[in-house]
C-alpha cells in the first residue's frame, strides 16, 4: 500500500514563506499540485525519480523549489515570496519512474499515487 503523507501547511502573510513536505512509503518519481475553491487541479512542480531534474509551472518558477532526500524517501517544497493567488490545498503525488532521469509530467492523469492535501493560505 502507497502511503504520500504531506506536512507543513499554514497561514502566512503575502511576502512570507513555508516549506511542504511529502513522506513517501518508498522511492517514486514525484510532484506537487495545488487546488484553490472553485478552480481545477493545476500542476506546481515535479522532480525525477533521481532529482537530478526538475520542473516547475510558470506561475512559479524563481520563487518556489522542488528537491528531495533519497535516503527519507521525502520530497520537499519550498515556497518563497507567497502571493494570495498561492493560496490552495496542496497535494502530493507519485507514480513509478519510467526512467531515473524524467520528470514525471505536468498531467494529473500521469501520477498513480496521491496525498491527502494540506492547506496553504497566504493572506494579503
Known amino acids: 500500500q502507497v502511503q504520500l503523507v504531506e506536512s507543513g501547511g499554514g497561514l502566512v502573510q503575502a511576502g512570507g514563506s513555508l516549506r511542504l513536505s511529502c513522506a513517501a512509503s518508498?522511492?517514486?518519481?514525484m510532484g506537487w499540485f495545488r487546488q484553490a475553491p472553485g478552480k481545477e487541479r493545476e500542476f506546481v512542480a515535479a522532480?525525477?525519480?533521481?532529482?537530478?531534474?526538475?520542473y516547475y509551472a510558470e506561475s512559479v518558477k524563481g520563487r518556489f523549489t522542488i528537491s528531495r532526500d533519497n535516503a527519507k524517501n521525502t520530497m520537499y517544497l519550498q515556497m518563497n515570496t507567497l502571493k494570495p493567488e498561492d493560496t490552495a490545498v496542496y497535494y502530493c503525488?507519485?507514480?513509478?519512474?519510467?526512467?531515473?532521469?524524467?520528470?514525471?509530467?505536468?498531467?494529473?492523469?500521469?501520477?498513480?499515487?496521491w496525498g491527502q492535501g494540506t492547506q496553504v493560505t497566504v493572506s494579503s
Open positions: 522532480i525525477s525519480w533521481s532529482g537530478g531534474r526538475t
Open positions: 503525488a507519485a507514480r513509478t519512474p519510467l526512467a531515473a532521469t524524467l520528470v514525471p509530467g505536468t498531467a494529473g492523469e500521469l501520477y498513480n499515487y
Open positions: 518508498a522511492r517514486y518519481a
